[in-house]
């Protein structure tokens, strides 16, 4: 069994429906993308001539794929930089066919493979564009990630500096949060017309917010002009109803996210989020029921939604 939380609240930090407890603590991770990419949209992005597929991506956790090292190669080099401007470490693709690819050619993964190359490629751009310093734009006392925690504080209603901070594995700074305040601040972000940018390019892009096999890109494809949707490492995950919210947030304990994509499916269902089209869309198909397997592929097992926390939603 996993164990989990789940808050619907909106704008006004109303919850509205909670199953769990929805003032557990979580990191934000990476579900907070979409609002760490505000500075690039406000101060770079039409002034560089980025377009909405740049715009994705800086908004992703993307799978290394060729389309998602061309696009984030094409951000980069629209503010004069490349590669070794990214201050995110190696990593292997996510997607299989792409990492064999690497190897097969005698390569090593780099900085731009990294699931999270194209938010720093947009960070670097919206520091460009302002005259701030390039090198170090990760850093906590950097003006960047001050602009991005006001913005954050401001749609939360919270004093981020207050809050806990640490290191994500991108080396970006990471807080935490209840997870009613996380619902929160998405929902009262709808309101802004930049963020509102960045829900029109995912929609319209939902192959660079993540790549193939991935439930957030099958979503997006599916349903995203009704919901806005981005999930983060430890098993978080994030979703606002267009266009006015409120915002959905979960959280599951053990921190494995194999059962999100049933848990997230059954929320916005109860909810009544997402229409029944969009819900029956073949590309959802593999991530209704999730089937456990053995090393030997033997299913062993089945991931399924409790009726319980579900009634709960239902209110």
């Known amino acids: 069994m996993v164990r989990g ?3 619907v609240v909106d704008a006004d930090g109303l919850v509205a429906a909670a199953a769990g ?3 557990a603590v979580t990191t934000l991770r990476s579900c907070i993308k979409p609002l760490q990419a505000l500075p690039f949209v406000r101060h770079a992005l039409d002034e560089i001539g980025a377009g909405g597929e740049e715009l994705a991506v800086a908004c992703a956790s993307h799978n290394g794929e060729p389309v998602h090292v061309e696009t984030v190669r094409r951000l980069l080099g629209r503010s004069g930089l490349a590669d070794d401007a990214l201050s995110c470490g190696p ?5 299989e066919a792409s990492a064999r690819a690497i190897f097969a050619a005698g390569e090593e993964p780099g900085r731009i493979h990294n699931n999270c190359s194209g938010k720093h490629a947009g960070m670097l751009a919206a520091c460009a564009a302002q005259g701030w310093p390039t090198d170090g734009y990760a850093a906590r006392d950097h003006p960047l990630q001050a602009e991005i ?16 901070v640490g290191i994500d594995g991108c080396g970006l700074p990471t ?5 009613a305040v996380l619902a929160r601040m998405f929902a009262a972000a709808t309101a802004d017309q930049g963020f509102r940018r960045c829900q029109d390019a995912m929609a319209a892009h939902p192959h660079l917010v993540a790549g193939r096999g991935r439930f957030d890109t099958a979503l997006l494809a599916a349903a995203g002009a009704e919901v806005t949707l981005k999930g983060g490492g430890g098993a978080v995950w994030v979703a606002v109803r267009r266009p006015g919210g409120p915002a959905l947030a979960i959280k599951l304990e053990a921190g494995d996210a194999a059962a999100m994509p049933v848990v997230a499916l059954a929320a916005l269902e109860t909810l009544g989020w997402v229409g029944p089209d969009a819900l029956e869309d073949p590309r959802l198909g593999p991530f209704r029921a999730s089937v456990v397997c053995n090393w030997e592929g033997a299913a062993v097992g089945s991931i399924t939604a409790e009726r319980e926390w579900v009634a709960r939603l239902a209110g």
């Open 5 to 7: 939380h789940v808050a």
């Open 21 to 23: 407890d929805p003032g």
């Open 91 to 95: 990593q292997l693709p996510y997607d």
């Open 149 to 164: 925690r006001e913005v954050m504080g401001r749609f939360a209603d919270v004093d981020m500096d207050a809050a806990p």
């Open 175 to 179: 807080h935490g949060l209840p997870l």
